[in-house]
Protein backbone atom coordinates (compact mmCIF):
# COMPACT_ATOMS: atom_id res chain seq x y z
CA UNK A 1 0.00 0.00 0.00
CA UNK A 2 1.59 3.62 -0.82
CA UNK A 3 1.49 6.20 1.44
CA UNK A 4 2.03 9.74 1.14
CA UNK A 5 3.04 12.28 3.87
CA UNK A 6 2.74 16.04 3.47
CA UNK A 7 4.46 18.19 5.57
CA UNK A 8 5.16 22.15 5.55
CA UNK A 9 1.65 23.09 6.07
CA UNK A 10 0.85 26.13 8.82
CA UNK A 11 -0.31 30.14 9.03
CA UNK A 12 1.42 32.97 7.59
CA UNK A 13 0.98 36.43 6.12
CA UNK A 14 -0.41 37.07 2.77
CA UNK A 15 2.53 37.66 0.96
CA UNK A 16 4.21 35.39 2.40
CA UNK A 17 5.91 31.87 1.40
CA UNK A 18 6.04 28.27 1.98
CA UNK A 19 7.20 24.86 0.89
CA UNK A 20 5.20 22.12 1.47
CA UNK A 21 6.57 18.20 1.20
CA UNK A 22 4.94 14.98 0.29
CA UNK A 23 7.07 11.95 1.07
CA UNK A 24 6.43 8.84 -0.87
CA UNK A 25 6.93 5.53 0.22
CA UNK A 26 7.34 4.16 -2.99
CA UNK A 27 9.79 5.22 -5.85
CA UNK A 28 8.36 8.30 -7.33
CA UNK A 29 9.03 7.14 -11.13
CA UNK A 30 6.66 4.40 -10.55
CA UNK A 31 3.72 6.84 -10.66
CA UNK A 32 2.70 8.13 -13.49
CA UNK A 33 1.59 11.64 -12.36
CA UNK A 34 1.71 13.13 -8.75
CA UNK A 35 0.14 16.80 -8.06
CA UNK A 36 -1.07 18.41 -5.19
CA UNK A 37 -4.96 19.23 -4.37
CA UNK A 38 -6.13 21.56 -2.26
CA UNK A 39 -9.68 21.94 -0.81
CA UNK A 40 -11.06 24.87 1.19
CA UNK A 41 -13.70 25.07 2.86
CA UNK A 42 -17.26 24.46 1.72
CA UNK A 43 -15.39 24.26 -2.04
CA UNK A 44 -14.42 21.07 -4.09
CA UNK A 45 -11.27 19.84 -4.26
CA UNK A 46 -9.24 21.39 -6.70
CA UNK A 47 -5.75 20.19 -8.54
CA UNK A 48 -3.32 22.90 -7.92
CA UNK A 49 0.06 21.87 -9.89
CA UNK A 50 1.19 18.17 -11.39
CA UNK A 51 4.09 16.72 -12.47
CA UNK A 52 4.61 13.76 -14.79
CA UNK A 53 6.98 10.78 -14.55
CA UNK A 54 8.87 12.31 -17.72
CA UNK A 55 9.38 15.83 -15.32
CA UNK A 56 6.71 17.48 -17.47
CA UNK A 57 4.68 19.93 -15.22
CA UNK A 58 1.78 22.39 -14.86
CA UNK A 59 0.15 24.85 -12.68
CA UNK A 60 -3.57 25.55 -12.49
CA UNK A 61 -3.77 29.45 -13.20
CA UNK A 62 -5.42 30.40 -10.54
CA UNK A 63 -1.45 30.03 -9.20
CA UNK A 64 0.43 30.71 -11.98
CA UNK A 65 3.55 32.35 -11.59
CA UNK A 66 3.22 31.75 -7.82
CA UNK A 67 3.50 28.11 -7.15
CA UNK A 68 6.06 25.93 -8.50
CA UNK A 69 6.11 21.82 -8.14
CA UNK A 70 9.18 19.83 -8.35
CA UNK A 71 10.42 16.55 -7.17
CA UNK A 72 13.47 14.74 -5.25
CA UNK A 73 14.03 11.29 -5.37
CA UNK A 74 18.13 11.56 -4.68
CA UNK A 75 19.34 9.66 -1.56
CA UNK A 76 15.82 7.52 -1.72
CA UNK A 77 14.06 10.37 -0.77
CA UNK A 78 11.14 10.25 -3.36
CA UNK A 79 9.93 13.67 -2.14
CA UNK A 80 7.54 16.22 -4.52
CA UNK A 81 7.07 19.68 -3.39
CA UNK A 82 5.39 22.68 -3.51
CA UNK A 83 6.68 26.27 -3.45
CA UNK A 84 4.08 28.60 -2.98
CA UNK A 85 5.28 32.22 -3.10
CA UNK A 86 3.33 35.69 -2.45
CA UNK A 87 0.64 33.79 -0.74
CA UNK A 88 -3.07 35.12 -0.44
CA UNK A 89 -5.97 34.68 1.83
CA UNK A 90 -7.73 32.69 -0.88
CA UNK A 91 -5.01 30.14 -0.97
CA UNK A 92 -6.11 29.08 2.67
CA UNK A 93 -6.90 25.40 2.44
CA UNK A 94 -6.14 22.23 3.24
CA UNK A 95 -3.62 20.90 0.38
CA UNK A 96 -3.37 17.23 0.06
CA UNK A 97 -0.71 14.84 -2.23
CA UNK A 98 -1.86 12.60 -4.96
CA UNK A 99 -0.45 9.56 -6.71
CA UNK A 100 -1.40 8.07 -9.80
CA UNK A 101 -0.07 4.57 -10.35
CA UNK A 102 1.64 3.46 -13.58
CA UNK A 103 -0.38 -0.10 -14.36
CA UNK A 104 -3.90 0.53 -13.03
CA UNK A 105 -3.89 4.20 -12.41
CA UNK A 106 -5.00 3.86 -8.70
CA UNK A 107 -5.33 7.44 -6.92
CA UNK A 108 -3.62 7.31 -3.81
CA UNK A 109 -3.76 10.15 -1.33
CA UNK A 110 -2.16 11.58 1.99
CA UNK A 111 -3.71 13.10 4.52
CA UNK A 112 -3.59 16.55 4.27
CA UNK A 113 -2.04 19.71 5.36
CA UNK A 114 -3.41 22.88 6.48
CA UNK A 115 -2.59 26.01 5.17
CA UNK A 116 -3.68 29.18 6.44
CA UNK A 117 -2.84 32.87 5.43
CA UNK A 118 -3.90 35.51 6.90
CA UNK A 119 -4.52 39.38 5.67
Known amino acids: QVQLVESGGGLVQAGGSLRLSCAAS????????MAWYRQAPGKQRELVAG?????????ADFVQGRFTISRDNANAKNAVYLQMNNLKPEDTAVYYC???????????WGQGTQVTVSS
Open 98 to 108: NAVSKNWGNHY
Open 51 to 59: ISSGGDTAV
Open 26 to 33: ANIFSFDM
